[in-house]
């Protein structure tokens, strides 16, 4: 009996339950709803968030090893200026400068990263640096179209991405900050400008978190720059020797070969020596000295 009971008490309460669904529904249905829609919509947002982060990333890295791909091969260019037509070389330069340079905005348009901001930016600064220092392609001074370009514009360029590296956000990024203050550095020294050169080497001695041997690097160029800043220029000397004087009328030439001997011994000229002069220079009495006839002292 008492099972009995239990049984249909719970039978009533079920439909007493199914009963009033139709009520609770009415009453909180909707809010029911917007729950569950929120839910699912905050799910697709967090996976496409993802996937969105994950498409950068693999989209990032691509760019930069393209970069690096393009800059490697620009530094190949002069090596075909002897064995391939000039007009191929400045196409294929300029193709290498176009893509280094869309890859580049890619990344700074895109990352969010200082480190790799600063990557972008150091790189922007080298493509400038070597397309500044490329030679042109033979053929260049009569067909313009071959040069590399305004070579000035391009240090400039050169230099204001640098100096963008060199920004405090970017200075966790140490390898592209001394790189950049190496970049900045040849520039001046490209422009003999010494001082500004000394500048950037010293920027990177006193920057404490540059490691040591970067730091050591830097205190050599140093070191280094006098040698650069006055150069030693090879020239002809003021005075020439007086091998290649010319003899004025009152001085006797210079006799070339074995020493006279000395008056107390008799005077015998060896076969095919120069005679002496008429005035004979007489070796010291008190040490005499003989020589063989290759005019060194013998042993």
Do not use: C
């Amino acid at each position: 009996m008492k099972a009995e009971r239990r049984h249909d008490l719970k039978t009533n309460a079920l439909a007493r339950g199914l009963e009033g669904f139709p009520y609770y529904w009415r009453t909180y249905g909707s809010q029911a709803l917007l729950v569950v829609l929120i839910f699912l919509i905050v799910f697709m947002l967090v996976r496409y968030w993802n996937e969105k982060k994950a498409r950068q990333a693999e989209e990032l890295s691509s760019s930069m090893a393209q970069i690096q791909q393009d800059l490697r091969e620009l530094d190949q260019i002069p090596m075909g200026y002897m064995s391939l037509p000039s007009d191929k070389l400045a196409d294929e330069r300029k193709r290498l400068a176009q893509d280094a340079d869309a890859s580049i905005a890619t990344v700074l348009n895109t990352a969010k990263d200082s480190k790799l901001l600063a990557s972008a930016w150091r790189a922007r600064g080298e493509l400038d640096w070597k397309l500044a220092n490329l030679p042109d392609p033979p053929g260049a001074d009569t067909q313009p179209v071959l040069a590399v370009g305004n070579k000035d514009t391009l240090l400039s360029d050169s230099r204001s991405a640098f100096e963008q590296v060199l920004q405090p956000q970017y200075s966790t990024a140490v390898e592209d900050v001394f790189a950049a203050r190496l970049g900045l550095a040849a520039i001046a020294e490209n422009q003999n400008q010494w001082d500004k050169a000394r500048e950037q080497y010293q920027g990177i001695a006193d920057a404490a978190n540059m490691p040591d041997a970067f730091r050591q690097y830097a205190r050599d160029q140093i070191g280094e720059l006098p040698k650069y800043e006055h150069p030693v220029y090879l020239g002809p000397p003021a005075t020439l020797p007086s091998l290649f004087n010319k003899p004025s009328a009152t001085t006797k030439p210079s006799v070339l070969g074995p020493t006279a001997p000395a008056p107390s011994q008799p005077v015998t000229q060896p076969s095919g020596a120069i005679a002496p002069t008429s005035e004979p220079v007489a070796a010291s009495a008190s040490s005499p000295t003989t020589q063989d006839t290759a005019g060194k002292p013998a042993r």
